[in-house]
């Protein structure tokens, strides 16, 4: 998956003095980066009824934001805003990623800008789907 099609934040740690990171999230790097793992790991069993590709290698999870009390948010879109599931969506989602053991509330936030367009697609969604 292309980094720039998905953002999940893993709040990298900033360079202090002699470009030693400096820490920016009460979790432990390790234990955020086996969160994020598995909150990616839990976006990908949420598919749109209609098309065979997760959602997460469809580009539709713009952002993830793990923050120090193990809250997440999710920003998120669909492929189009009439989308038939768009009030059941971030229902899933939410679900998906309350399963991930260790994550507090989860809030998903719906957002159409900017609008979701194939570029955003990993290329494993374009081979499933063949647009490569």
């Known amino acids: 998956m292309s980094e720039d099609a998905n953002t999940a934040e893993r709040k990298a740690a900033p360079e202090g003095v002699d470009g030693v990171p400096v820490q920016t999230s009460a979790i432990p790097q390790e234990e955020l980066?086996?969160?994020?793992?598995?909150?990616?790991?839990?976006?990908?069993?949420?598919?749109?009824?209609?098309?065979?590709?997760?959602?997460?290698?469809l580009g539709l999870i713009?952002?993830?934001?793990?923050?120090?009390?193990?809250?997440?948010v999710v920003d998120m879109t669909l492929t189009a805003p009439g989308c038939p599931v768009a009030g059941t969506m971030p229902v899933m989602v939410e679900d998906a990623v309350r399963t991930v053991e260790?994550?507090?509330?989860?809030?998903?936030n719906m957002t159409f800008d900017p609008p979701w367009d194939p570029s955003?697609?990993?290329?494993?969604?374009r081979v499933?789907?063949?647009m490569y």
Do not use: H
Request: charged share 35%.
């Open 33 to 57: 980066d086996q969160l994020t793992d598995d909150i990616i790991a839990a976006l990908k069993t949420v598919y749109d009824p209609e098309i065979p590709v997760d959602i997460y290698e």
């Open 120 to 125: 955003r697609m990993s290329d494993e969604a």
């Open 102 to 108: 260790g994550i507090g509330d989860v809030r998903v």
């Open 128 to 130: 499933a789907l063949n």
């Open 62 to 72: 713009y952002k993830v934001d793990i923050s120090d009390d193990r809250d997440v």
